[in-house]
């Protein structure tokens, strides 16, 4: 089986209102940023880091339908993905296919505000679920 190379960066939490995520992140220690809207993925966003945790992405909707709509349809808060930093993109999409997983791509890279303009792409891991690819 081939390695795949991901570097864990953070988990996306989907809120419709993260006043209570705010409180629980910042009760176990959590930094949490000032609230930013990223108008190409159409979400407000805050980034959330803690020393020696995993650091979370707070993502609420945007202006009418986004990509929560379906989430929100069935919950009201969910962690819907990971996301891992990559060196390459495509080396790393055909590590993950190479290691026999299905890949069905999601959203195309795009800059991301929260990211400093780093581009980001979503994609569903059959078997595992929605992963978010960052470029270094």
């Given at each position: 089986m081939s390695a795949i190379s991901l570097i864990f960066h953070h988990l996306g939490l989907a809120v419709e209102n993260d006043k209570e995520a705010i409180i629980f992140l910042r009760?176990?220690?959590y930094e949490v940023d000032e609230m930013i809207y990223d108008p190409e993925q159409n979400v407000h966003?805050?980034?959330?880091?803690?020393?020696?945790?995993?650091?979370?992405e707070l993502i609420m909707p945007g202006i009418g339908n986004g990509p929560l709509?379906?989430?929100?349809?069935r919950h009201n808060e969910l962690i819907y993905h990971t996301c891992y930093q990559v060196e390459d993109l495509g080396a790393s999409l055909e590590s993950i296919e190479d290691a026999g997983l299905r890949v069905l791509p999601v959203s195309e890279p795009k800059p991301a505000?929260?990211?400093g303009g780093r581009k980001v792409s979503f994609y569903k891991i059959f078997g595992f679920g929605m992963i978010e690819l960052l470029e270094l």
């Open positions: 009760g176990m220690g966003l805050r980034f959330c880091t803690a020393h020696g945790l995993p650091s979370f709509t379906p989430i929100f349809k505000i929260l990211f």
